[in-house]
């Protein structure tokens, strides 16, 4: 029964992988569009009147909403990845470092293929930023399986939460 989450993980990391690479793809025109229909959704939810506001104000609202929207979908994408590489790695020797370094050079190359992409550029400042969404991920993973595993050091061995 262990081993049953280790296809669903590597899955879940896959797609994760695919959706992160097709988002990345898109041309700046398309994410932009992509991002503005987000970020439209976001204020309607944030402000009640937002539809019966005027044109201008809607558009600064959504515009100034942008920059946020598209540096906390970068976060929350690199948490997501760095919490199902520390469970799929969790048995492994030094599985902290591992899963932010996977993390971290799957960023890295997420970025670098953004230089290929009309439109798009690649920034060292997003490679950190998902980096420390991975980072956050891991231990948000470490922390939760403590907590399942009840803390004990029979437990924790037993799960390979850590190894010695």
């Known amino acids: 029964m262990k081993k ?14 695919i959706t992160i690479f097709y988002l990345s793809a898109q041309p700046a025109d398309e994410s932009t569009i992509t991002s503005g229909r987000f970020c439209r959704m976001a204020a309607r939810l944030l402000f009640r009147d937002f539809s019966s506001m005027e044109k201008s104000t809607q558009e600064a609202i ?11 979908a970068h976060f929350t994408e690199y ?33 670098l293929h953004q230089k290929f992409v009309a439109g ?29 595993c009840c803390c004990t050091d029979e437990n924790i061995m037993k799960w390979g939460v850590w190894k010695k």
């Open 62 to 72: 959504t515009s100034g909403l942008t920059h946020i929207v598209r540096k906390a």
């Open 120 to 148: 798009r550029s690649g920034q060292i400042s997003d490679v950190l930023l998902d980096t420390c969404g991975g980072c956050f991920g891991v231990l948000t993973a470490f922390v939760l399986l403590c907590i399942i």
């Open 4 to 17: 049953k989450h280790i296809p669903i993980t590597l899955i879940l990391l896959i797609l994760l992988m």
């Open 79 to 111: 948490t997501v990845m760095g919490f199902l590489w520390y469970l799929l790695l969790r048995r492994k020797r030094r599985n902290i470092l591992l899963s932010i370094s996977v993390t971290a050079f799957y960023a890295a190359s997420d970025e």
